[in-house]
């Protein structure tokens, strides 16, 4: 079902991403660009959504955020993407604090996707697809924040070439990073990563290791009028089973826990991010740029935040 089109509703949305369900609401990030793909803060939002389709903004031409990953005190852990920071709002839009900003020394560039653990440590991706064409940290990376607030890269620099979605299974054990891009002709930055989401162990400390391959994203020549190599793998969401729904250039792809393609959901317009929702966490609310689809499910998903 479409419920939003932002090309034709007021305040307009250009470029959902990462959407979260808390306290009865959708919360995403409308970024705006120009038709070169330059940033404008000036023109993004992040926007709180009702089931019924209506909408508001929260904050608007402050920064441009991307991620958003809702606190177990009701406020929302926002990727600061231009502003190279994470940060802690309040569903009304003000900022409770700076959570992170630096490490060794040095800005983070550009969160992108972002998630808590149990314990109320932080994980975060810096594909650093930032507009500055030199960058402070030495490759992109994923980031732990401990409960204590210590800063750790858990990943070398550029093991991936574009980690974006992040995920942990529901008894917080594996973290799952997808690969967006790998290789491609207008982004050459090559990795052994590939079409896949990668799984890991999550150890006592945060860290990860056993870096295995999970679930090779499905491809095929030529979708949605482009040609490319990548799956363009962005947000996910899981169930209380354990399946990932992951959204790439050729629909939502679903996973079972053992990494086995088991569905897809095609959309009209290449799906960015999703989340469950709704009061029985049920249904799917996926964003595809300027539009909001939502669609019914059997499966309850899993949030660690309610």
Same mark, same amino acid.
């Not at 177990?72 to 926002?78: Q, S």
């Not at 998630?115 to 810096?126: E, L, N, P």
């Not at 507009?131 to 990376?141: D, I, S, W």
């Not at 490319?228 to 793998?233: M, P, R, T």
């Given at each position: 079902? +479409?419920?939003?089109?932002?090309?034709?509703?007021?305040?307009?949305?250009?470029?959902?991403?990462? *959407? @979260?369900?808390?306290?009865?609401?959708?919360?995403?990030?409308?970024?705006?660009?120009?038709? %070169?793909?330059?940033?404008?803060?000036?023109?993004?939002?992040?926007?709180?959504?009702?089931?019924?389709?209506?909408?508001?903004?929260?904050?608007?031409?402050?920064?441009?955020? !991307?991620?958003?990953?809702?606190? $177990? !005190?009701?406020?929302?852990?926002?990727?600061?993407?231009?502003?190279?920071?994470?940060?802690?709002?309040?569903?009304?839009?003000?900022?409770?604090?700076?959570? %992170?900003?630096?490490?060794?020394? $040095?800005?983070?560039?550009?969160?992108?996707?972002?998630?808590?653990? %149990?314990?109320?440590?932080?994980?975060?991706?810096?594909?650093?697809?930032?507009?500055?064409?030199?960058?402070?940290?030495?490759?992109?990376?994923?980031?732990?924040?401990?409960?204590?607030?210590?800063?750790?890269?858990?990943?070398?620099?550029?093991?991936?070439?574009?980690?974006?979605?992040?995920?942990?299974?529901?008894?917080?054990?594996?973290l799952y990073i997808n690969n967006c891009y790998?290789?491609? #002709?207008?982004?050459?930055?090559?990795?052994? $990563?590939?079409?896949?989401?990668?799984?890991?162990?999550?150890?006592?400390?945060?860290?990860?290791? !056993?870096?295995?391959?999970?679930?090779?994203?499905?491809?095929?020549?030529?979708?949605?009028?482009? @040609?490319? @190599?990548? #799956?363009? #793998?962005?947000?996910?969401?899981?169930?209380?089973? &354990?399946?990932?729904?992951?959204?790439?250039?050729?629909?939502?792809?679903?996973?079972? *826990?053992? &990494?086995?393609?088991?569905?897809?959901?095609?959309?009209?317009?290449?799906?960015?991010?999703?989340?469950? &929702?709704?009061?029985?966490?049920?249904? +799917?609310?996926?964003?595809?740029?300027?539009?909001?689809?939502?669609?019914?499910?059997?499966?309850?998903?899993?949030? !660690?935040?309610?």
């Amino acid at each position: 079902e +479409l419920l939003v089109d932002g090309t034709v509703t007021k305040p307009s949305i250009t470029f959902a991403e990462g *959407p @979260k369900w808390m306290n009865g609401k959708i919360y995403f990030s409308n970024m705006g660009f120009d038709q %070169a793909w330059g940033a404008h803060p000036d023109k993004s939002s992040i926007v709180e959504l009702s089931p019924d389709g209506s909408y508001r903004n929260i904050t608007e031409g402050r920064m441009q955020t !991307n991620g958003l990953y809702p606190y $177990k !005190n009701g406020n929302l852990l926002v990727c600061d993407m231009i502003g190279h920071r994470v940060i802690e709002m309040t569903t009304e839009g003000r900022i409770v604090r700076v959570v %992170a900003d630096r490490y060794e020394g $040095k800005k983070i560039d550009g969160p992108n996707d972002i998630i808590t653990d %149990a314990k109320g440590g932080i994980y975060f991706t810096d594909p650093q697809f930032t507009m500055e064409a030199v960058k402070f940290q030495p490759g992109r990376a994923v980031y732990y924040i401990s409960p204590e607030g210590k800063i750790t890269r858990i990943t070398e620099p550029n093991e991936f070439a574009m980690p974006n979605g992040i995920l942990l299974s529901p008894d917080g054990k594996t973290l799952y990073i997808n690969n967006c891009y790998d290789d491609e #002709s207008w982004y050459p930055v090559n990795s052994d $990563k590939e079409n896949y989401v990668w799984a890991y162990d999550v150890n006592e400390d945060g860290t990860i290791s !056993n870096g295995r391959q999970f679930a090779k994203l499905f491809l095929v020549d030529n979708v949605l009028d482009r @040609k490319g @190599k990548s #799956s363009s #793998s962005d947000g996910m969401a899981i169930d209380k089973m &354990g399946n990932i729904y992951v959204g790439t250039y050729y629909g939502v792809q679903i996973f079972n *826990p053992k &990494g086995e393609f088991v569905g897809m959901i095609n959309l009209p317009h290449f799906p960015v991010s999703l989340c469950f &929702g709704d009061e029985d966490m049920k249904t +799917l609310y996926i964003v595809s740029y300027s539009w909001v689809y939502k669609i019914r499910t059997n499966m309850e998903g899993y949030v !660690n935040y309610l």
